[in-house]
């Protein structure tokens, strides 16, 4: 029985993404990439790209790392510019990045302000105030902060115990990508791998929680099933 082929980084016009791929570009297709690139434009879609990472951060610095984040998820996700031209891409990708991080740049928060009105007359009576659905607003940002924190702590975890499906596990489930087969598919992974992972996921979580300043309880419950 003939070996299966090893998947290329191109299938016809489609850039699938090294996620896809499990493993990095060769240089030859990274020069191919560069060239689909430079025949998209790349240089003009940038700019583009980061002027609206600009419209949504108001700082240059962080502009410039949003692009940047984009640019690596576009070598990540893949691209195929059938369906959506370079500039929509990367522009969409900024977007989802900004959203990630839940900017607190003043756009964001007119961008919220403003949803809010809107909200409140479409819904009508009924809805909260303005300043209630404000304060749930911000409340939902500082959970969120708080969960970032968290997931860049797990995934120290992950990296020191050099967990690569949990890591994969990790960056798929932060692209809202839940379904284990979808994540097995799209690595080029077993699918057992994911779902032996989560025992070993549940124990990372455990040694998070015990290093957390007042979970004692939560270390000898982590020993105590060791």
């Known amino acids: 029985m003939d070996a299966p082929k090893p998947m290329t980084a191109f299938v016809g ?4 993404g090294t996620d896809r791929l499990g493993r990095p570009l060769t240089d030859p297709e990274k020069n191919d990439l560069t060239a689909l690139l430079r025949r998209h434009d790349f240089v003009g879609a940038s700019m583009v790209a980061l002027r609206f990472a600009f419209k949504l951060r108001r700082s240059k610095a962080a502009a410039q790392d949003l692009q940047g984040r984009a640019n690596l998820r576009l070598i990540r996700l893949g691209w195929d510019p059938r369906e959506v031209p370079l500039v929509k891409r990367l522009c969409r990708l900024v977007y989802s990045e900004h959203t990630n ?8 928060r007119k961008a919220e302000e403003v ?11 009924s809805a909260p105030s303005a300043e209630d659905a404000a ?4 409340a939902e940002r500082e959970a969120a902060a708080r969960g970032r924190a968290k ?3 797990l995934r120290a975890l992950f990296t020191e115990a050099k ?3 949990n890591l994969v596990w990790l960056n798929y489930s932060l692209d809202d990508i839940d379904d284990l087969g979808e994540m ?23 040694r998070l929680l015990a290093r957390t300043p007042g979970a004692e309880r939560a270390e000898a419950t982590s020993e105590e099933d060791e």
């Open 163 to 165: 967990d690569e499906v």
């Open 115 to 125: 949803f809010v009105r809107e909200h409140a007359i479409q819904v009508g009576r």
């Open 101 to 108: 991080e839940r900017s607190e740049s003043e756009t964001a």
């Open 13 to 16: 016009t489609l850039y699938v």
């Open 184 to 206: 097995a598919r799209l690595s080029g992974r077993d699918v057992k791998d994911f779902y032996l992972a989560a025992d070993r996921r549940k124990r990372h979580v455990r």
């Open 151 to 153: 997931l860049e702590s």
């Open 135 to 138: 304060a749930a607003i911000e």
